[in-house]
T-cell receptor, first 114, second 110 residues
């Protein structure tokens, strides 16, 4: 069984559109994350979220918003997509939110904005 | 900004040889983690070493941490073709901030 799953795997869309990427974890973890990996393979944390606290990387534009219907899901909604948003987005989860626990990553969603 | 910097950026070795990758960072950390990423896949956690630890082993992997030099190394012994992947170090500090390096691309030739 897949521990952390993301859908879709590939997403191609035009500038200005609004899109969502879904993430689910079946590990019973308390904390989930969203990362962005650019074309140079740099991986940057965007959000970390548990049922008590949302921590936002201050460099993330407010067009990006995480939405969590329950502890096992953290979806990423993106408004008014821009060319620079093209990247691979990874969801991850960990047992606790202190970053002293290993993270389990999803397979990634490759977003291409045209 | 990136925290960890892996060295070398790319490494190519023959199967059976050892592979050593280094990671340097700039600020104080709570722990340092190494991850592997196969092409087109998500990251897989390898080892977490805390700031008060100096060395950890896991199978063919050995990780060292020198907080005075702000550096860590990942050694893969008796490498296999299946070890071909990108390896990332990630540092976590007490402010709940986690930073990844740009990775080392390891190629193990059969």
């Amino acid at each position: 069984d897949t521990a952390v799953s993301q859908t879709p795997k590939y997403l191609v869309t035009q500038m200005g559109n609004d899109k969502s990427i879904k993430c689910e974890q079946n590990l019973g973890h308390d904390t989930m994350y969203w990362y962005k990996q650019d074309s140079k393979k740099f991986l940057k944390i965007m959000f970390s979220y548990n049922n008590k606290e949302l921590i936002i990387n201050e460099t993330v534009p407010n067009r990006f918003s995480p939405k969590s219907p329950d502890k096992a899901h953290l979806n990423l909604h993106i408004n008014s997509l821009e060319l620079g948003d093209s990247a691979v987005y990874f969801c991850a989860s960990s047992q606790r939110g202190s970053l002293t626990y290993e993270q389990y990553f999803g397979p990634g969603t490759r977003l291409t904005v045209t | 900004s990136q925290q960890g910097e892996e060295d070398p950026q790319a490494l190519s070795i023959q199967e059976g040889e050892n592979a050593t990758m280094n990671c340097s960072y700039k600020t104080s950390i709570n722990n340092l983690q190494w991850y592997r990423q196969n092409s087109g896949r998500g990251l897989v956690h390898l080892i977490l070493i805390r700031s008060n630890e100096r060395e950890k082993h896991s199978g063919r992997l050995r990780v060292t941490l020198d907080t005075s030099k702000k550096s860590s190394s990942l050694l893969i012994t008796a490498s296999r073709a299946a070890d071909t992947a990108s390896y990332f170090c990630a540092t976590a500090n007490n402010n709940n901030d986690m930073r990844f390096g740009a990775g080392t691309r390891l190629t193990v030739k059969p």
